[in-house]
């Protein structure tokens, strides 16, 4: 992080246009453009709320991490998925991570080759595991010892499947810095400290049906300090190369600002940084290193639109904007208490002299979407504002609260644009309704 981003920006000052899409531009106008698209045209043809992605961003993001990686990088569908994006990632020549049979599902139904699927998850299901195998996943990662023998239930004898063990290294990576946790309080995997991840592995060895050849670890979240990542190498190295297997996965969790001041990662420092302590930890270069983001992929290439619908000013306390969606299709604020920034699609460049609170339009104080927020001072009914970085864990994390249908999504292009997930109806809220 260099000295210009650590300083805290004037608060009133422009949006800043390293957090928008890279497809983005202003017009003499100051109004948004996207590759070609002016923002408020896509608003017209779409509604609101409405995600728009960057789909060009995706893709040279994609390539970055290939660029890094090689092929080894599986993109975390849960981050956001649909099926252009499943495409989009096959297209590129990433695997993909899934964590259910629903997004199995949405993933094979493109034709996703199996071989580049990997299925995770904490409590799969019989039913979720059946169609793993059945479609032929390439690597399964186990999470518990419950699910060694519920899989092995399911493998016809003759036919084993490759899987990894996931492990809690007890390295817990918190924003800005980690911590070793003393026992491993995690309902994922299986621990190292507590000696539960040696158990497994040789329970492992003595399997005919599920072939271990690689582990599997994953710290956090919006990681910004390196120093997790080395630390995770450190941690790990001694028990792959007490494993005897081939490939180790260290996970996703790099870090992207969502608000001014928030360093930028570049994929290059991660890599790096991964290479160079897989390097010191004695790993062999043999070894195959895999990561998978998920975050970082996709969460800087889109942003959502919205309709201001009332401004509300209390004297000397608050100005609520209020906006025609909320944590029904952004719930990281309510969640994580996760701050964005703001401003008017039509005004880009102008100063945002005016703190607001953006709020949606649920039945809960809580609904908030940027809670110290600036906007011009300008700001009225019926403009349209945005919140970017909101392309992971936004509409992947929708919900019908209130039954407020789902936004709609838009994929912008060099040669165009298409609508990826039409938004929500009330017929589409009704129809699981029996009555
Ligand atoms: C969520 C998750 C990821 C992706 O995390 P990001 O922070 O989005 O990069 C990767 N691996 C596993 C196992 C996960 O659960």
Do not use: H, M, N, T
């Given at each position: 992080m260099d000295e210009t981003q650590s300083q805290v920006a004037d608060p009133t000052e422009p949006i800043p246009l390293h957090l928008l899409p890279q497809g983005c531009g202003v017009g003499r106008d100051g109004a948004l453009w996207i590759r070609g698209q002016r923002v408020s045209d896509l608003v017209k043809e779409f509604g609101t709320p409405l995600f728009i992605y960057d789909e060009e961003q995706i893709r040279s993001r994609a390539k970055e991490l290939k660029a890094h990686f090689g092929s080894d990088v599986a993109y975390a569908s849960k981050a956001f998925l649909c099926k252009a994006m499943a495409r989009l990632v096959d297209e590129e020549g990433l695997h993909i991570d899934v964590a259910s049979g629903g997004e199995l599902s949405v993933v094979l139904s493109v034709g996703f080759?199996?071989?580049r699927i990997v299925m995770h998850g904490n409590n799969k299901s019989v039913a979720e595991l059946e169609l793993a195998i059945s479609a032929g996943v390439g690597r399964i990662v186990i999470d518990s010892f419950d699910e060694i023998e519920r899989l092995e239930s399911l493998i016809p004898r003759g036919h084993p499947i490759e899987v990894w063990i996931r492990v809690t290294p007890g390295v817990e990576a918190h924003t800005h810095e980690f911590i070793m946790t003393g026992?491993?309080?995690?309902?994922?995997?299986?621990?190292l400290l507590s000696g539960d991840a040696k158990i497994a592995l040789d329970r492992l060895k003595l399997s005919e049906r599920l072939n271990l050849v690689g582990l599997h670890a994953h710290i956090g979240?919006?990681?910004?300090?390196?120093d997790s990542f080395v630390k995770e190498v450190e941690v790990l190295a001694p028990f792959f190369a007490s494993a005897g297997v081939e490939e180790l996965n260290f996970g996703g969790g790099l870090g992207i600002p969502y608000v001014s001041g928030e360093p930028v990662i570049e994929f290059s420092d991660w890599a790096a940084a991964l290479k160079d302590s897989v390097k010191a930890a004695g790993i062999p270069s043999s070894a195959r290193i895999m990561v998978e983001p998920g975050r970082s992929l996709v969460g800087p290439t889109a942003m959502t639109v919205y309709e201001i619908g009332t401004i509300k000013e209390i004297q000397g306390i608050r100005t609520y904007v209020s906006v025609d969606g909320g944590m029904s299709d952004n719930p990281r604020p309510v969640l994580y208490g996760s701050g964005y920034e703001t401003f008017l699609v039509d005004s880009?460049?102008?100063?945002?002299?005016r703190r607001v609170t953006v709020v949606g339009k649920h039945c809960e104080s809580g609904d908030i979407l940027v809670k110290e927020g600036q906007l011009p001072s300008a700001a009225k009914v019926g403009d349209l504002l945005a919140t970017p970085v909101t392309g992971a864990y936004g509409y992947s994390m929708a919900s019908n609260y209130n039954k407020v249908g789902r936004p709609a999504v838009v994929f912008v292009n060099n040669r165009g644009y298409r609508l990826v997930l039409r938004r929500e109806t009330v017929s589409d809220l009704l129809s699981l309704d029996l009555g």
């Open positions: 080759p199996p071989e026992q491993d309080d995690s309902k994922f995997g299986f621990g979240s919006q990681i910004f300090s390196l880009v460049f102008a100063r945002r002299e």
